[in-house]
């Protein structure tokens, strides 16, 4: 499916815009980038972060836009599914268009899979760990192992790599989860979530896979989203 899409994510993001056009083969991808410092998001930072988000998303042009991706996941789980859900509704109402959140794409493509217990790999601090699993089991999924690379900065953050991803998956994976997850937009990921598919024998998801997967789902009339 071809597809319009309006991307929102942090300023820092280099990774979800290339990534989403590699899993959406012929779309097109007009992103608004979200200014930020160079720290990561925490809960003190999300209410001017959405205010700013919120502003920024009425400069998409309705004609040229099928779809919005609020393409931070943390900005989404932080908050807990309400927080998250009334952003969505709120950039709805002001693009005029269906919008789906990294956040809630992940908890629809865990779900879709059957997936109750994971193991989860994210670049962030403790306290956005803890908020993750809260959102995470709030939405019926426990969170059987998490490890994370512990970035503090957005520098940081860019320099992780595929292959230290890839290692601290195989590190954080295991044989008693339904599935593990790789949680953060700008953490590159295409290239090795096959390959861990196959040393696992389980699926591999990462915030930019279910995002392209929720989103193609939504247009295609197989996804609920607000609109």
Known sequence: MTVKLGLMVPANNTTMEPELLDWLPGSQCRTLRIPR???LLGPAEIPAYVAQALELA???DPTQTDIVAYGCTAAGFIGGPARDAEIQTRLAAI???PVVTTASAMIEALHHIGAKRIAV???YLDL???RLRAYLEQSGITVLNLASFKAETTDQLAAITPEQIAA???ETMTSDADALFIACSQLPTRDILPRLEREFGKPVWSSIKA???HAERVLAGKGTVKA
């Open 128 to 130: 956005v760990n803890n």
């Open 211 to 213: 995002t392209a997967w």
């Open 95 to 97: 693009t005029g268009k």
């Open 37 to 39: 410092g160079k720290g």
């Open 121 to 123: 790999v994210t670049p």
């Open 58 to 60: 009425r400069n998409y």
């Open 168 to 170: 601290l998956a195989r």
